[in-house]
């Protein structure tokens, strides 16, 4: 039997793409399992005039697709009030604290109050100040914050946003989303590596030879082009979801599997990413943007050419780089990541890529020249998304006379079913911020060292000007991306633009 939560949400932008998105539907299979019932009320928030129906049929417009019964769609939606929002007008605010009180009384709420900011940052401060002076936190229950990312826009930025959010709620009362924890690939790595004694024994530099780490994008920046033009993919990607998912895969086993032991390990972990000075990062990170290009058919235009991009832009919207692991576990691995928009598939995974046999005593068998060549490393990967679950590929004997070796798959991949019934990222985290649970949100200490990372790397490309653009959409990418792991003896495991290469479907 599902618990019921009880707390009111507050959602400021409620008007916005990613409360229409993520947040609405992520309710609503929430309020369909049981885990909201009676006890619930969101009010929504915006600069917008919109009135409770009116409100309640545009959040009804956006779960459409899950409604399978008229009713429950009906009384989900009843629980939705809005109210017209400055988010500078301490008036306002004094309106949301008695609108608030009669939902607390209305629903019987306990005084527990959620708050989500689906805003730009820059009004993070200005909206829990006034949640402070205007006494909305100040029940009984519990006071919790969600806020989404971007969390500032360097290691200074993000410091200073967080000192004023801190200066309202504690650390525990922070949950700071990053969706990519609350997918199931990606809380499946601990699983990996800690449910089997055979990966975590040989999860280490006597073992692994290198680390691929791949978001790819197939999409362009679409309508978000405001947005993406001032951060670009480092900002975007890197310094929260990459650098999180790395530390996942590098963190020492914890003690117990609780939020507390892994936040600890995942700080370690990150705490020992080499920070490089500016003319390592040169060298360790390549950044890219999408030219003009045509995949399959379709054509695709420059990002210069996206609407509200600058003609002039050099804007990254393609990363590719190697971490460095100072300590005994990873030293001397390199763990390559990349991303980027309108490259050949949407594909986020990771491959880990085994060191290869000490010897090939198979070399030397007579009249087999295939036998020569090196043996393949086995590799585990993980298949974050779109399809979900793991291969580990071997090599084993071809069937038939004569040795050969042929390298063999082991697939596992989630049926259909089982994906059907997988909840989605945001509807995870918003259940896990309910009950409290900060394990799959990001400490600050965490986000803190990601910046000191990062920071560097954008200070280093800062100086130079890139010669964009330099990669086709379509591609994995540019040249350079290749060439960085190339010059270490490597190569990027999973390269599907071969495919469509192959079959005259991209030049
Ligand atoms: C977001 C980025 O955090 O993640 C987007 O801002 C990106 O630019 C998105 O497209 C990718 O998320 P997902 O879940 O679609 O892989």
């Known amino acids: 039997m599902t618990q019921e939560a009880i707390a009111l949400f507050t959602i400021f932008g409620a008007t916005g793409d990613l409360s229409k998105r993520k947040l609405y539907p992520s309710l609503f299979r929430l309020f369909h399992q049981g885990a909201l019932n009676k006890h619930f ?29 008229e009713k429950e769609a009906e009384d989900f939606a009843s629980h939705f009030y809005y109210q017209a929002h ?24 306990q005084g527990n109050r959620l708050f989500y900011l689906a805003m730009a940052p820059n009004f993070f401060g200005v909206i829990t100040r006034h949640l402070k002076s205007q006494r909305i936190i100040n029940t009984n229950g519990f006071n919790r914050l ?9 290691f200074q930025s993000a ?66 082009g405001g947005y993406y033009d001032h951060s670009g993919a480092l900002k975007d990607m890197v310094q929260n979801h990459i650098l999180q998912v790395v530390s996942l895969l590098a963190m020492e086993p914890p003690t117990v599997f609780s939020e507390e032991t892994i936040r600890t390990e995942k700080v370690k972990a990150l705490k020992s990413i080499r920070v490089y000075t500016e003319e390592e990062a040169k060298n360790n990170f390549i950044r890219g943007q999408y030219g003009a290009g045509s995949l399959d058919g379709q054509n695709f235009i420059s990002y210069r050419e996206e609407p509200n991009v600058d003609p002039q832009s050099e804007t990254e919207t393609f990363v590719a780089g190697k971490f460095l692991i100072d300590n005994f576990r990873w030293s ?44 393949p490393a086995n590799v585990l990967t993980i298949y974050i998304q779109p ?43 918003i259940l896990d911020c309910l009950n409290g649970d900060g394990t799959n949100f990001t400490h600050w200490d965490e986000v803190a060292q990601s910046w000191r990372i990062v920071d560097v790397i954008r200070h280093a490309w800062d100086q130079e000007k890139p010669d964009f653009p330099n990669y086709a959409s379509g591609t994995m990418g540019p040249v350079c991306a290749f060439d960085l792991l190339e010059k270490d003896g490597n190569n990027w495991i999973w390269r599907p633009d071969e495919w469509y290469r192959q079959h005259n479907k991209l030049s």
């Open 159 to 224: 410091n200073q946003l967080n000192d004023e959010i801190r200066a309202v709620f504690n650390e525990d009362q922070i949950f700071r989303i990053d969706h990519y924890l609350g997918k199931e690939m990606i809380q499946n790595i601990s699983a990996i590596r800690f449910g089997n004694g055979i990966f975590e024994s040989q999860w280490n530099n006597n073992y692994i030879d290198n680390i691929q780490v791949t978001f790819s994008e197939a999409l362009g920046v679409e309508d978000r």
């Open 146 to 154: 969600i806020i989404e990312k971007p969390f500032g826009e360097d």
């Open 86 to 109: 400055n988010v500078n007008d301490t008036d306002h605010y004094d309106a949301l604290k008695v609108l608030s009180e009669e939902l607390d009384q209305r629903y019987g709420l």
């Open 387 to 429: 399809t979900e679950g793991f291969s580990l590929t071997l090599n084993g004997k071809r069937i038939g006379s004569g040795f050969e070796l042929e390298p063999v798959r082991l697939n596992y991949r989630h049926s259909a079913e089982t994906l059907g019934n997988s909840p989605e990222a945001y509807e995870k985290l």
């Open 41 to 69: 009320a969101v009010i929504g928030t915006a600069r917008r005039e919109w009135t409770h129906d009116y409100y309640r049929k545009i959040v009804l417009e956006n779960v459409q697709p899950l409604i399978t019964n």
């Open 332 to 375: 001397g691995v390199p763990f390559y990541i990349r991303t980027g928009k309108h490259l050949t598939e949407k594909g986020t995974r990771i491959n880990i890529v085994f060191k290869p046999v000490p010897v090939n005593i198979f070399r030397e068998i007579e009249n087999d020249p295939s036998l020569a060549k090196d043996i």
